[in-house]
């Protein structure tokens, strides 16, 4: 653990408050139309930070025109370009599809999902780049059993992955259990991951899936930055073990969906007098969220406790603000 970082126990419970004010005093996921925007900027940059995971070379500003737009910039070879539309069309269906499923309280997840968002995601490509397997998208693979680039996993015969797939699927059914949900959704991802159930595309899918379960259970979605990659590949690495330690995983995603939960309370903030956590009342402000804190702790800013969480306001905050002196004294 980093110096001054809080413990992966403390980062939960704050994730876990957080996302229980969120739902509960703000009236959770904001609908497309509320919101649009801010959902539309959160799987755009999903797609780009995922597929730049896995080698693609289109940065933001390349997927935006392409996404948005349907213009091609750059001079990108053509399989970046649709592996970024398969990508986009995939994240669009998946957190679309799951905030309509949270909405309904259906957590419910089959091999049809898992296909569906293979197929949407690998469609585009495989149209032009044909796997030599012969293998169509949505389909697990058949062929002789991969071996990932770079790593020592061993992966199952492919005749085993409908088996193993399906009881994943037991698994993300039966729910969290005593399990926080950012770590159950490591677990859940490294055994994905594990399994390797299509011959391409893998990581994308998982990512996907990730996410999927992550906004029916009330999270917002994580995203693992491409600056993040070797941190990434590293906590994977230790959840497949031998002996599987799935806590650099879960930080990881207990840290994204921290990121786009602050994302979509934004939206919430229009009232002045509206109380949120100060992470996300910190956003585009000159003040860091352990900043506010400790005026709160000290009264200096008015603030309210809700279980481990601080709470404050708009309007509290401008308070401060003009409270302070001339000279900028606290």
Known sequence: MNRGRPSLKK??????SEI???HKEM???????EANEIWKDIWLEETHHSTALEGNTLNSREIYKLVEQEIVTGNKEIRHYLEVQGYSNAARWVYEQA??????QDKIITVQHISHIHKLLM??????????????PGQF????????RGSSLKLPPSGDVPDLINELIEKINDGPGDLSVCE???????????IHPFSDGNGRTGRLLMN??????????????????PKYLRALERAQSKNPDYTMLAELVARAVRDNLNKLMLPKLSGEEDLVPLSTLAEGTQYQPSYLRRLAQEGKLKAVKEGSLWLSSKKWLQEYIDSRSPRGRR
Request: no cysteine; net charge positive.
């Open 11 to 16: 980062l939960l419970e704050k994730v876990k």
């Open 20 to 22: 229980t004010v969120f």
């Open 27 to 33: 009236g959770g996921f904001p609908s497309s139309l």
């Open 99 to 104: 905030v309509e499923s949270y909405k309904q």
């Open 123 to 136: 469609g585009p490509v495989w149209t032009s780049y044909p796997p030599v397997t012969g293998d169509k």
């Open 141 to 148: 693979r058949t062929g002789p059993t991969p071996r990932i």
């Open 184 to 194: 159950w959704v490591a677990l859940i991802h490294a055994e994905f991951e594990k």
């Open 212 to 229: 999927y379960i992550l906004i029916v259970n009330g999270h917002p979605p994580a995203i693992i930055l491409k600056s993040q990659r």
